[in-house]
């Protein structure tokens, strides 16, 4: 059995504490990736409900059932993308 030298363990510790920073920074960029993408989306049915001349409440409607935003937020978002 070989006994562990301190710049082992130190080698070990760095190791993991740089797998563990990448796993994490990983995961906070794909839920970031994610939350623009939705946002993204709810910005182009917006545009695109204005341009098929959607009532906005309509608009506000599909953002809650199909985007499941609050009636608040939907509304929000609604007045926010549809001026653009």
Request: no cysteine.
């Amino acid at each position: 059995m070989t006994k562990m030298t301190w710049a082992m363990k130190t080698r070990d510790l760095l190791r993991q504490g740089r797998e563990e920073g990448y796993r994490e920074g990983f995961e906070e960029g794909y839920r970031e990736g994610l939350e623009e993408t939705f946002e993204e989306a709810i910005r182009a049915f917006v545009v695109i409900a204005k341009k098929l001349s959607i009532e906005q409440e309509v608009v506000v409607q599909n953002l809650v059932e199909n985007f499941g935003q609050s009636p608040e937020d939907a509304e929000k978002k609604m007045k926010l993308y549809w001026g653009k």
